[in-house]
């Protein structure tokens, strides 16, 4: 992979985080949720009043989405010379992008919900909730794909004896906690208020908190990695060259 492609791959994962809570939060105004509390009137209410800025905050948030795709592929080419050099199949690194493509299907989902929404304006008050309703609950609740993804990296991390790894011991720690992090929103489907809500500390606010810092960890420890590279000379007696050239 060149270094200027792998370092774009690098850095996609900060340019989504930036640009998808632009559009998310800025433009259509989703953080903070609103309460699972509120009536149908409330919610017809919302997408009345905010029609157009949802819209297109919704459809820019689908766009920088496709952003995590460079992550997820440069994560998972780390990840199969890591299996490779070990002399196995990359398994990880196909369940961890496995995960990833799902994940991105739950992004451009639950944005396109709440984009029909908005779509006729004389939808009734009970279904324009249940859209609403559909998409929050997804966002929070579908976590398997992503805990999935992390502890495979977390795994390819422990396996890892090399000399100078990408992912270091701390680094798979780190995405196992990620993993568990993740999970707060999975029973917001009892909840229609509190910590465990899809508005809730637990059921929002941390895995949110928890997939950003994950997020800006792993750009920097690739980075250092690309960078490393960069500055180490190829040559022909090398056996494991590095990922960028």
């Not at 948030?61 to 952003?67: E, N, W």
């Not at 799902?102 to 939808?123: D, G, K, N």
């Not at 993740?182 to 809730?200: K, L, P, Q, R």
Request: hydrophobic residues 55%.
């Amino acid at each position: 992979m060149g270094g200027r492609l792998q370092m774009f791959c690098v850095w996609s994962g900060i340019a989504f985080v930036v640009l998808y809570g632009i559009f998310f939060m800025g433009v259509a105004g989703y953080i903070p949720p609103s309460p699972p509390s509120w009536t149908a009137d409330q919610v017809a209410a919302f997408y009345a009043d905010h029609r157009y800025a949802i819209r297109v905050g919704q459809v820019g948030a689908i766009v920088m989405s496709t952003l995590l795709f460079p992550f997820w592929s440069v994560i998972t080419a780390y990840m199969g010379r890591i299996e490779i050099r070990k002399g196995r199949l990359p398994v990880l690194a196909l369940m961890q992008f496995g995960g990833a493509v799902l994940l991105q299907v739950f992004f451009v989902l639950c944005s396109m919900l709440w984009i029909v929404a908005t779509y006729r304006p004389e939808l009734d008050v009970a279904t324009i909730r249940a859209l609403h309703d559909a998409g929050w609950l997804i966002f929070v609740m579908v976590f398997p794909a992503f805990t999935m993804q992390m502890f495979s990296i977390g795994i390819a991390a422990f396996i890892d004896d090399s000399p100078n790894p990408v992912f270091p011991r701390w680094a798979g720690y780190l995405n196992i906690w990620a993993g568990l992090g993740g999970t707060g929103g999975g029973i917001a489907v009892f909840f229609y208020g509190g910590a465990f809500a899809w508005n809730g500390l637990i059921g929002f606010f941390i895995p949110v908190i928890v997939f950003v810092i994950w997020i800006i960890a792993m750009t920097l420890l690739m980075h250092a990695d690309t960078r490393r590279a960069a500055r180490t000379p190829v040559t022909p007696a090398q056996t494991e060259p590095a990922l960028a050239s």
